[in-house]
């Protein structure tokens, strides 16, 4: 059995997460998963779970609360959090 990094739950069906800076994380949820790893909007302080977007290297859920914050105007929107540029 695993213990879950986030909450402590002590469960059988753990499952490892292995980032590419090197880092080895265990879950018993995706839940749980999501909070320890997903970014967070700057505006809005919601989990992007999805697409969202980058902005100026800042991370947002969408095109909406970057724009709310003056990171871009008009077209200058990555459509994907955290793609490599090239």
């Known amino acids: 059995m695993g213990t879950c990094d986030v909450c402590g ?13 090197g880092g080895v994380h265990t879950f018993d949820s995706m839940e ?5 790893l ?3 909007c700057e505006h809005c302080q919601c ?24 990171a ?3 077209d200058e929107l990555r459509d994907a959090v955290g793609s490599h540029p090239g």
Do not use: I, K
Request: glycine share 12%; hydrophobic share 40%.
């Open 32 to 36: 749980c998963a999501a909070q320890r």
């Open 72 to 74: 871009v105007t008009g």
């Open 9 to 21: 739950n002590d469960y059988w069906m753990t499952f490892e997460v292995r980032t590419t800076g």
């Open 38 to 40: 997903a970014p967070v």
């Open 47 to 70: 989990r992007v779970l999805g697409h969202g977007v980058e902005a100026s290297g800042r991370f947002f859920c969408c095109a909406h609360c970057a724009r709310m914050v003056g």
